[in-house]
């Protein structure tokens, strides 16, 4: 049984930083790519950042620059660094373990089997 388990959210002011983190279980972590989505009230999940199993990295066009996404295999873990946030990135953050393993960076949903519970960010203006 796979599982996800993120961390790290919080209320933060514009321009402050988080670090959420996200542990998986289930699975041999360091063949699959993993991705962090956001979803904000009324609005669809959208990819913020996903890295695949060599490392290679895709980042969404609003958190460019700002974000950073990691991973730590010997900890199953992959990490979203957050920085200069701003009131628009308020959404719950999913993180989500893909389909397939060794494949190229993955940045739509349904290529992603495994979700986590999701942890709620808000930055205040």
């Known amino acids: 049984q796979v599982q996800l388990v993120e961390s790290g959210g919080g209320l933060v002011q514009a321009g402050g930083s988080l670090r959420l983190s996200c542990v998986a279980s289930?699975?041999?972590?360091?063949?699959?790519?993993m991705g962090w989505f956001r979803q904000a009230p009324g609005k669809e999940r959208e990819i913020v950042a996903a890295?695949?199993?060599?490392?290679?990295?895709y980042y969404g066009d609003s958190v460019k620059g700002r974000f950073t996404i990691s991973r730590d295999n010997a900890k199953n873990t992959v990490y979203l660094q957050m920085s200069s946030l701003k009131p628009e990135d308020t959404a719950v953050y999913y993180c989500?373990?893909?389909?397939?393993?060794?494949?190229?960076?993955?940045?739509?949903?349904?290529?992603?089997?495994?979700w986590g519970q999701g942890t709620q960010v808000i930055v205040s203006s």
């Open positions: 989500a373990t893909s389909k397939i393993p060794y494949s190229s960076v993955l940045t739509t949903s349904q290529e992603y089997d495994y």
């Open positions: 289930g699975r041999t972590f360091g063949r699959y790519g």
């Open positions: 890295i695949n199993w060599d490392g290679s990295v």
